[in-house]
């Protein structure tokens, strides 16, 4: 079975600074991966996917991420955060487009201003 | 197009007593998932629907916990006997297949 792992459960940045949150999964073929935000007493909302095709994926509001099938990798990248982007953010992996979707434990953002 | 709908926001029960949380999915989705979130545990999934069919409830609790899907319109979220470590926000969410999901905002359920 599939598995995120997000080894990070907390980040701090100072708005304006470059942001990176860690995102390994486990799962021998080639995965469906995703980010999700979820802001204060909402539910998650989808910040990018990748399927296939360049490894680089952008998202929303700046967000990118980049797979790297070597590292088992797909850490998601923000050149520039602001006070806004606070939140947690979810990992995802799934096997293909029917299959269930797993999740990591989340890493809140938290952006100093 | 209104989002996947989630009644009620909020639920207090008694510990014993009965709880159903209702999940209205985005019209013309075939999949519905329903996830229950805890500080603790994190996001958990529960189980899994597509064309109404149950697909997947390996992460629902054997006892006490049921759902159901009737129709393309809604699915629903039992919990029997309720108890404190039930506690939690339930979410659903509903797919064209199992790709982007989007997300309802979720029941808190509290059990006193």
């Known amino acids: 079975a599939q598995s995120v792992t997000q080894p990070d459960a907390r980040v701090t940045v100072s708005e304006g600074a470059s942001l990176q949150l860690r995102c390994k999964y486990s799962y021998s073929g080639t995965p469906y991966l995703f980010w999700y935000v979820q802001y204060p007493r909402q539910g998650l909302q989808l910040l990018l996917k990748?399927?296939?095709?360049?490894?680089v994926v952008q998202g929303v509001n700046g967000f990118e991420a980049e797979f790297i099938k070597s590292n088992s990798s797909f850490h998601l990248r923000k050149a520039s955060v602001h006070w806004s982007d606070s939140a947690v953010y979810f990992c995802a992996v799934s096997a293909n487009s029917n299959n269930r979707i797993f999740f990591g434990d989340g890493t809140q953002l938290v952006v100093k201003p | 197009n209104a989002g996947v709908i989630q009644t009620p926001r909020h639920k207090v029960t008694g510990k014993g007593q009965e709880a159903t949380l209702w999940c209205e999915p985005i019209s013309g989705h075939s999949a519905v998932f329903w996830y229950r979130q805890t500080i603790v545990q994190g996001l958990e999934f529960l189980t899994y629907f597509r064309n109404q069919a149950p697909i997947d409830d390996s992460g629902m609790p054997k006892e006490r916990f049921s759902a159901q899907m009737p129709n393309q319109s809604h699915s629903t979220l039992k919990i029997q006997s309720t108890q404190p470590q039930d506690s939690a926000v339930y979410l659903c969410a509903s797919s064209f297949s199992a790709e982007t999901l989007y997300f309802g905002s979720g029941t808190r359920l509290t059990v006193l």
């Open positions: 990748y399927y296939s095709g360049d490894p």
